[in-house]
């Protein structure tokens, strides 16, 4: 028999960030990136994946339906007041189970390496706003800081869509709604959810995940009607995430839906997640600000990739940060190497990156001279 409390015990003691459950191997948890299998339990077997499945499910028929109907189930889950992101699918017809550790404590928006433009653009009174990035890449952490710094410095009706809801709220300068998305919870789906927001008197809406057209037509038409909508998407740059959106349409509907995104999108922030040399993970981000010059870019005929990020790297006054000028400002700083940057671009641009390197240097090196006077 599985002792499945002592395995969620030994990883929030070791700070896990994740927990795997596979039939033939050993549980095994992810510390800082790197997995670490349990070494004092036993193979888990075919029996032993049931039995944890009946643990997190607990009877309840609706969530065993969707199970069955579906062979997926996410779900929230609670284990000594720590919360758990539950991702429940089928291998083999044998359950397998991928469960995240969701802390207690959100850290302090600063401590997060976010850049201040993204806080300061959460005081445009309507509008669109995207946190993106790969999985694991930190967005559910800074789009809940977000949450936390309007909560406490602005007078708003926050809603939030999530599937699932992992980090709780409580309302301080703002009221905060949170919404499970999914069969039998708070709403169906998201598309459902973000239309019923326009009669639910909000000021500013939050997205979980914009997954498909549907969600972001009604995105879209929240942001119309004067409210503030922030919404996350799985895309691993600023120019790819409005590649993506365009391409949610069909061909005959895309030049239409670039003026509305080039009207209503405010600012994109992608962001990636490096171990730095002590081997904690530090925040790559990359801004953009959508400002005309991107706003005229989004609306041409084709869209050009590389003119967004021409248009990024050189609009720094805005706010704008370029994904090379954060590696660059990171190995100037000390905190990864010059190869793990160059790892995160593409061969073309690794002269850029070693001449914004040097230029940060140099006006590092003019700044401590002059502040040695």
């Excluded at 248009?311 to 940060?321: C, H, L, T, V, Y």
Aim: glycine fraction near 4%.
């Amino acid at each position: 028999m599985v002792d499945i409390d002592k395995i969620l015990y030994l990883a929030i003691k070791e700070g896990a960030s994740d927990i795997h459950l596979i039939s033939g191997i050993k549980p095994i948890m992810r510390i800082r990136r790197k997995l670490v299998d349990y070494e004092d339990f036993d193979v888990l077997t075919e029996e032993d994946m049931w039995e944890i499945y009946d643990y997190f499910v607990r009877g309840n028929v609706e969530k065993d339906e969707v199970f069955k109907e579906t062979k997926r189930l996410d779900s929230s889950f609670e284990f000594s007041d720590v919360r758990l992101r539950v991702n429940i699918s089928l291998s083999d017809d044998i359950p397998v189970f991928t469960l995240r550790i969701i802390k207690n404590e959100l850290p302090p928006y600063e401590s997060l390496g976010v850049p201040d433009i993204v806080r300061r653009t959460m005081y445009q009174p309507q509008g669109l706003v995207l946190v993106t990035g790969k999985t694991n890449s930190g967005k559910t952490t800074t789009l809940n800081a977000l949450i936390n710094d309007i909560n406490e410095n602005q007078n708003k009706k926050i809603l939030t869509l999530e599937s699932p809801v992992e980090y709780k709220h409580k309302s301080k300068k703002s009221i905060i709604v949170q919404k499970e998305v999914g069969v039998g919870r708070d709403c169906l789906n998201y598309k459902d959810g973000v239309k019923n927001s326009l009669r639910e008197d909000c000021d500013i809406l939050i997205i979980g995940e914009i997954r498909d057209r549907e969600t972001m037509d009604a995105a879209i038409e929240t942001a119309e009607a004067g409210h503030l909508v922030i919404g996350t998407l799985h895309t691993k740059s600023c120019a790819e995430t409005i590649d993506r959106m365009i391409n949610f349409y069909d061909v005959r509907d895309q030049q239409t839906i670039k003026f509305l995104i080039a009207s209503l999108l405010k600012l994109v922030v992608s962001q990636r997640l490096l171990p730095d040399k002590n081997n904690n993970l530090v925040l790559v981000p990359e801004v953009m600000v959508v400002d005309n010059i991107v706003a005229g870019i989004i609306r041409k005929d084709k869209l050009s990739v590389a003119e967004i990020e021409d248009a990024i790297q050189s609009n720094s006054e805005k706010g704008s940060i370029g994904l090379i000028n954060s590696l660059a400002e990171l190995f100037v700083q000390d905190k990864i190497t010059l190869e793990q940057a160059k790892s995160q671009i593409e061969e073309k641009n690794i002269e850029v990156l070693n001449r914004t390197i040097m230029q940060l240097k140099i006006k590092n090196d003019a700044r401590n001279r002059m502040n040695a006077q």
